[in-house]
C-alpha cells in the first residue's frame, strides 16, 4: 500500500493518515488514498476529490485558517444535506460527517462527487451553442429552489435548523449592522453606496405581512448549482453556507437579482454564460416557480430588492478587507463594483 499522506497535501489542512483511520472506524472502503485533487469554488471553504477502495469521495472542510464559525456552518451543512437524502431536492449526498474537529484539525464531511458543471468554471458547447439549453437551465435552477422551498422541514427533523420567528422583520436592521461593523477594519470610509438609506426605508414599509417559513439555500446564484452536461437540468445545489429556515421567497428573490445581463459586472462571475442570452426572463422565472408552490408570489419585487440590499452588503464587506489589506484590492474592488449594480437594480424595481 502507498504512503497515505498524498503528496503536495498539506498534513495542517487535511491529514489523510487520520482520515483514514477515522472512515476505518466507520466501515467504509479502506486501502491507498489515491488521485487526490483539489476542487475550486466559489468559496474558501477546502474541497478535495479522492479515491480509496474503489470509491470516489469529496472532502468538504472550512478553510486552513479556521473562522469563528467554520466549523458549526461545516457541520450545519452535514446535517442539513443529510435530511434532504431522498427528497425531490438535486443536492450532494452525504456519506458520513465528523464533527470531531480534534480528528483534522476541523469539522468535515464526506459527499459523493456531483456529475456536471459549474457555470462559473465552464459551459459545455451544447449550452453556448443553444439558447434553449440556457433558458432550460435556468427554469431547472428555479424548480430546484421552489421545490426546497415546499419541503416540510419540521418532517425532516429540521424544526430548530433556523429561527423562522421574526425573520424578514430582522433582515434590514441585521444587515445594516453588518455594513456598520465593516468600521472596524482599517482605512476603510465606510460604505459609499448610493440610496442605501432609500432602500433600506422601502424594504422596511413594504416588508410583507403574511409569510410562511421554509428551507433556505440562502445563496441561490447560478455560480452555486451544478447542471448535468447530458441535459439542462440541475445536477445538485452547492455551498450551503448560508442555509437556514426563513423566507425561501428570498431565493427567489436571490435568482432574479443576480440574473446575469450582458455587459454588467456581476455578468464577469459567470463567465461566458454571462455574456451569453437565452436565460429566463423574471417574469418567465416567477411563473416558472409558481407551479411549484401555492406560496403567494405578489410579493417577488420586494424579495429581490432585499436580495440587492443583502447581497450587495455582503460584497461590501470584501471590500472593506480589500481596503484594510486583508483581500486582494483587484478582488475588492470588482465586488464593489457589483454591491453598486445590485443597487442600481433595487432603486430600478423601486422606482
Known amino acids: 500500500m502507498s504512503e497515505v499522506q498524498p503528496a503536495g497535501i498539506d498534513p495542517a489542512v487535511v491529514d489523510f493518515r487520520a482520515v483514514a483511520a477515522w472512515m476505518d472506524g466507520h466501515d467504509l472502503p479502506g ?45 450545519r451543512e452535514a446535517r442539513l444535506l443529510g435530511a434532504l437524502t431522498g427528497t425531490s431536492v438535486p443536492a ?24 456536471g458543471f459549474n457555470p462559473q468554471n465552464e459551459l459545455p458547447p451544447a449550452y453556448q451553442a443553444d439558447a434553449g439549453f440556457r433558458r432550460e437551465m435556468g427554469l431547472s435552477a428555479v424548480e430546484a429552489i421552489a421545490r426546497l422551498g415546499a419541503l416540510d422541514y419540521q418532517a425532516l427533523g429540521l424544526a430548530d435548523y433556523g429561527k423562522p420567528d421574526g425573520f424578514l422583520e430582522r433582515q434590514v436592521p441585521r444587515w445594516l449592522a453588518e455594513l456598520e461593523s465593516y468600521n472596524g477594519f482599517e482605512g476603510y470610509p465606510g460604505p459609499d453606496i448610493p440610496g442605501l438609506d432609500t432602500i433600506a426605508d422601502w424594504l422596511e414599509r413594504n416588508r410583507p405581512a403574511q409569510w410562511r ?11 452555486n448549482i451544478m447542471f ?18 426563513g423566507d425561501p421567497l428570498l431565493d427567489l428573490g436571490w435568482q432574479i437579482a443576480t440574473r446575469p445581463e450582458p455587459g454588467m459586472t456581476l455578468s464577469a462571475l ?29 410579493a417577488v419585487t420586494w424579495y429581490t430588492v432585499l436580495a440587492c440590499f443583502k447581497l450587495g452588503i455582503v460584497l461590501e464587506g470584501t471590500h472593506a478587507r480589500a481596503i484594510a489589506g486583508k483581500a486582494p484590492k483587484q478582488t475588492g474592488d ?14 430600478k424595481l423601486v422606482d
Not at 417559513?213 to 455560480?223: E, K, N, V
Request: net charge neutral.
Open 228 to 245: 448535468r452536461y447530458d441535459a439542462p437540468r440541475v445536477a445538485a445545489l452547492v455551498d450551503w453556507e448560508m442555509s437556514t429556515i
Open 270 to 298: 459567470l463567465g461566458p454564460l454571462g455574456a451569453a442570452d437565452g436565460l429566463p426572463t423574471p417574469r418567465e422565472m416567477v411563473a416558472h416557480y409558481g407551479r411549484f408552490t401555492d406560496r403567494d408570489l405578489g
Open 31 to 75: 486501502g491507498a488514498i489515491e488521485a487526490v485533487t483539489p476542487l475550486g469554488g466559489g468559496t474558501q471553504n477546502v474541497m478535495l476529490h479522492f479515491r480509496r477502495g474503489g470509491r470516489d469521495y469529496v472532502l468538504r472542510r472550512g478553510p486552513k485558517h479556521l473562522r469563528p464559525k467554520s466549523n458549526e456552518v461545516i457541520g
Open 334 to 347: 470588482f465586488l464593489h463594483a457589483i454591491t453598486l449594480e445590485l443597487f442600481q437594480r433595487a432603486h
Open 213 to 223: 417559513p421554509g428551507i433556505m439555500h440562502g445563496d441561490c446564484h447560478l455560480a
Open 92 to 115: 450532494p449526498r452525504v456519506i458520513a460527517a465528523c464533527t470531531d474537529d480534534a480528528v483534522i484539525g476541523a469539522v468535515f464531511y464526506l459527499m459523493e462527487p456531483v456529475d
